[in-house]
C-alpha cells in the first residue's frame, strides 16, 4: 500500500487542469509517476496545493503532516503533481523542485517523487 500525498499548483489546480481527473486517471491506469506502483494498492491520504506564488510547501506541509497525526493517517510518498512541473517549466514558477524535494525528504523522512500524470 502506498499512501500518498499530492501537492499542486494553487494557479493551475482546477483552472487549466480541470476537477484533478488526469491524477485520478494515472492512478488508476498506472501511467507517468504512478506506473512505479506496479500491483501495489494506492491510497490518497491529502491533496494539498503549494500554498500559491511564491511557494509556501515547507509549513503548509507542516501542517498536513500535523493533521495526518491528529486523523492517525499514515503518509508514505508526497508527490508534487505534474501541475508543478509544468509551472517551473512555463510560467516562471520560483520553486527549485529539486531542492524542495531535498529538503522535505530531509524534513519529514518522506520520499518525494517529482510528477504525477503523463498527460
Ligand atoms: S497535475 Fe494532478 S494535482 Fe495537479 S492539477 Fe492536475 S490533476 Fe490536479
Ligand atoms: S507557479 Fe509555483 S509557486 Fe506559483 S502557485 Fe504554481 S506551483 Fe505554486
Known sequence: MARIVILSCKKIKDVT???CMKCFKGIKE???EFARYGDEEIEIVAM???GDCPG???PKMGLIMDLAKVYEREVDVIHFGTCMVRATGT???PINLNEL????EAKFEKSVVIGTHPW
Open 17 to 19: 487542469c480541470v476537477s
Open 30 to 32: 498506472r501511467a507517468g
Open 48 to 50: 494539498g496545493n503549494c
Open 56 to 58: 509556501l510547501v515547507m
Open 91 to 93: 510560467a516562471k514558477c
Open 101 to 104: 524535494k531535498v529538503k522535505l
